[in-house]
């Protein structure tokens, strides 16, 4: 999938032999056991009254209770409005941000509540691609010392480091001269590929890719897009992609969840979301993409919510979509509803969907 079939979401016969040939190749590389594992999540961040003696008036839940897994060389997209939460989840997954309570594991072991000295020896497998490569860019450091800075901070060696960055520069397809040059020498693009080596520095397993092309114009994301694919048929790295763009989602995800308001709403396999959404935000939310065929196009209709999204600091009670939701009935003020299984890894936390919890 190339620059036009991001730009306009295509659908067509051809895409999607692409898409199930580019996902052959990846399954290849997945394997069954889980590499990160995140069970009943959540970060309250505390909001205080101001004033020299700040007291703890309320809490802002940016996140609650957040469960999913992602298995070795996979990519599960997580998609959502600004302020669902997304970027959370991630920093919590790379414990940026410690949660309040819940599991973040890898390989089997928990990292909630490990000491900094304990985490150390994790970092070098958790990594992050940041949304604005400039900004996440030292622009006093050369593109040398940008890659060889996590290097350095487990002790490699100066041939070791010269090595490793002219390793990650063919890569990530940059010329070895560009070792000298400062952020503001290079295009959007090259500074986002500067980004990805400097996460593949060593040699991670698990990258939280944080909106990672939404400061890129289309050509480029095309470009950064097909060299993470590259990438995780290369390594089989797993991806945490973080995005509000359906159409780049789906393109690189093998399953996607989809958060509103701090939770997952509903979590499938790709395919299955895109054509069968059981969730009514998620049905929205795609009835919003564009469709290329301008017939098609006519006869589809587009869902609109109703008013805007809930302030985190004063969530409503039961399901935290019902006053926005078309579908909503009496009992959806109440009940939170907790992810059903809808069969073949579809989930769905929906009480239209309620058939294995009281």
């Known amino acids: 999938m190339r620059r036009h079939e991001i730009q306009d979401g295509r659908n067509d016969a051809w895409t999607l032999h692409q898409l199930s040939c580019r996902d052959q190749r990846r ?58 939460g997304k970027t959370t989840v991630g920093k919590c997954v790379l414990q940026l941000h410690r949660p309040t309570s819940g599991e973040v594991s890898f390989k089997g072991k928990n990292l909630v509540g490990l000491t900094d000295k304990q985490l150390r020896p994790f970092r070098p497998k958790l990594q992050v691609i940041f949304q604005d490569p400039y900004e996440s860019l030292n622009p006093r450091f050369t593109a040398y010392d940008i890659i060889t800075e996590p290097l350095r901070l487990h002790h490699a060696s100066k041939d070791e480091c010269r090595n490793r960055v002219k390793e990650l520069l063919d890569i990530v397809g940059l010329a070895p001269y560009m070792a000298e040059r400062y952020p503001h020498e290079f295009s959007g693009g090259q500074r986002q590929r500067l980004g990805v080596a400097r996460a593949l520095a060593l040699q991670p397993e698990f990258i939280v890719c944080d909106e990672p092309l939404s400061a890129l114009d289309v050509s480029i994301q095309a470009q950064v897009l097909n060299l993470l694919d590259d990438l995780q048929r290369q390594f089989g790295v797993a991806y945490l992609f973080i995005s509000h763009d359906l159409s780049v989602v789906r393109h690189i995800s093998h399953r996607v969840g989809v958060m509103y308001l701090g939770k997952i709403m509903e979590i499938a396999p790709r395919d299955a979301l895109y054509e069968r959404p059981l969730h009514p935000y998620t049905q929205a939310l795609l009835s919003a993409v564009p469709v290329p065929d301008p017939k098609v196009e006519a006869k589809r209709k587009v869902i609109l919510l109703q008013g805007e999204p809930p302030s985190p600091l004063n969530p409503p009670s039961g399901c935290v979509f019902h006053p926005r939701c078309p579908k909503a009935f009496e009992e959806c003020k109440n009940v939170v509803p907790l992810l059903n299984d809808a069969g073949n890894g579809h989930f769905v936390a929906c009480l239209l969907h309620k058939t294995s919890w009281p």
Request: glycine content about 14%.
């Open 27 to 84: 399954d290849a590389l997945a394997k069954d056991e889980v590499l990160v594992e995140v069970n009943n999540l959540t970060k309250y961040f505390p909001i205080g009254s101001g004033g020299f003696l700040r007291k703890k008036v309320t809490e802002l839940k940016a996140v609650d209770g957040v469960t999913f897994a992602v298995h070795h060389g996979e990519t599960l997209g997580l998609v959502g409005e600004s302020g669902s």
